[in-house]
């Protein structure tokens, strides 16, 4: 069964860190490995917000209000994709998920994760951000 989970939320005060583990089982390696990944976040009542993506050539994008405090990696081989997010904000508070759908190329960007529905997405990780 292929299953995405999400885990590292947590909370913290403004200026504080934290690291986004997601789990990708079920998928063989190689077809993983050409998988194009990423985080989108969700605040009740707002839209979601496709938040970074790796392509599986391994090009990366982000949004521009996380860009220079947030990095997104990934480990084919564990099957792991992560998302290192420093000098948090209150406004980065939200759920956080994982996607991940094969192929793409250089279409792969944030927004295009929205675009996939929920076979596609984790569960989720809060993150809350105080100031």
């Known amino acids: 069964q292929v299953q995405l989970v999400e885990s590292g939320g947590g909370s913290v005060q403004a200026g504080g860190s934290l690291r986004l583990n997601c789990s990708a089982s079920?998928?063989?390696?190689?077809?993983?490995?050409?998988?194009?990944v990423g985080w989108f976040r969700q605040t009740p009542g707002t839209e979601r917000e496709g938040v970074a993506t790796?392509?599986?050539?391994?090009?990366?994008s982000y949004t521009d209000s996380v860009k220079g405090r947030f990095t997104i990696s990934r480990d084919n081989a564990k099957r792991l994709l992560y998302l290192e997010m420093n000098n948090l904000k209150p406004e980065d508070s939200a759920v956080y998920h994982c996607?991940?759908?094969?192929?793409?190329?250089?279409?792969?960007?944030?927004?295009?994760?929205?675009?996939?529905?929920?076979?596609?997405w984790g569960q989720g990780t809060q993150v809350t951000v105080s100031a």
């Open positions: 996607a991940a759908r094969y192929g793409y190329g250089s279409a792969c960007k944030p927004t295009l994760l929205l675009d996939w529905g929920k076979n596609y």
């Open positions: 079920g998928y063989d390696v190689n077809f993983f490995t050409g998988m194009c």
């Open positions: 790796i392509a599986d050539d391994g090009g990366i």
